[in-house]
C-alpha cells in the first residue's frame, strides 16, 4: 500500500463528482488512511475568487483567459493543500484537476490540446494525480441531475457539451493506465462500488 496517493474525479457537471468523492473518501478514512478532498478550482480563499470568475464573469471569458484561471488556482491548490498532504502521507482526492482543462478548453472549446497539458503541468510543477477517474454520463443525464441553476458553463450549447463527453473520452482511450472510465448512470452504490474497485485495482489502496 503506498503511503500517499493523489486521485482526482472528472466529467460532466451532473455525473456526481462530489457525492463520489465523499463517499470514497469515507471509505478510506474508515480503514485508517488519512484523507485530504479538494476542489478544483478552488479549496483556497484565493482559488474560491477564481473559481467564481471561471463559473459567473459576464460577459463571456476569453477560452486562454479561462484555461489560465483555472491553471492558476490550481498553483495555489497544490501549493496550500495537494503537495503539504501529499508530504505528510495523506490519500488526496481531487474534485476535477488539470484533465478538465484539457476537455473543457481544448476539445470543447477549440484550444491546442497538447499545449494545454503542457503549460497545465508547468504550472502544476509536474505533480498530476496517480490516476484519473471519469464519471461517465449522457450530457442531458448529466443536466437532469444537476438540480440547481447553470452556471456559465454548463449554459452552454448541447453541441459544446456532447465535445465534453467526447474529450473525456478520447483522452482515458488515449492514456488508460492513467485514466478510468466509471459509467455514472446506476445508482449511487453501484457507481461507487466501482470506483472501489478501480482505486484498489490501480494503487492497491483498500478501505474498511
Known amino acids: ?46 482559488g474560491a475568487q477564481l473559481r467564481s470568475l471561471v463559473l459567473h464573469h459576464r460577459p463571456e471569458i476569453d477560452r486562454m483567459c479561462e484555461a489560465l484561471l483555472f491553471m492558476a488556482s490550481r498553483a495555489q491548490l497544490l501549493a496550500e493543500v495537494v503537495r503539504p498532504a501529499l508530504a505528510s502521507g495523506h490519500i488526496v482526492l481531487s474534485d476535477r484537476f488539470l484533465l478538465a482543462n484539457v476537455v473543457y478548453q481544448g476539445h470543447a472549446g477549440g484550444l491546442d490540446v497538447e499545449r494545454l497539458w503542457e503549460v497545465g503541468r508547468f504550472a502544476a510543477g509536474g505533480l498530476e494525480p ?30 459544446y457539451h456532447a465535445r465534453l463527453r467526447q474529450g473525456f473520452l478520447a483522452e482515458a482511450q488515449r492514456c488508460p493506465e492513467r485514466i478510468r472510465v466509471v459509467d455514472a448512470a446506476p445508482p449511487v452504490e453501484v457507481v461507487q462500488d466501482a470506483i472501489r474497485r478501480e482505486v484498489t485495482s490501480v494503487l492497491g489502496i483498500k478501505g474498511g
Do not use: Y
Not at 448529466?142 to 449554459?155: L, V
Open 130 to 159: 496517480d490516476f484519473t477517474i471519469v464519471l461517465d454520463l449522457a450530457p442531458e443525464q448529466a443536466a437532469q441531475r444537476r438540480g440547481r441553476p447553470a452556471d456559465r458553463i454548463e449554459n452552454r450549447d448541447v453541441e
Open 1 to 46: 500500500m503506498p503511503r500517499s496517493a493523489f486521485i482526482s474525479l472528472d466529467g460532466l457537471d451532473g455525473t456526481g463528482k462530489s457525492t463520489q468523492c465523499r463517499l470514497l473518501a469515507d471509505w478510506l478514512r474508515a480503514s485508517g488512511h488519512a484523507v485530504t478532498t479538494c476542489i478544483d478550482p478552488g479549496g483556497t480563499a484565493l
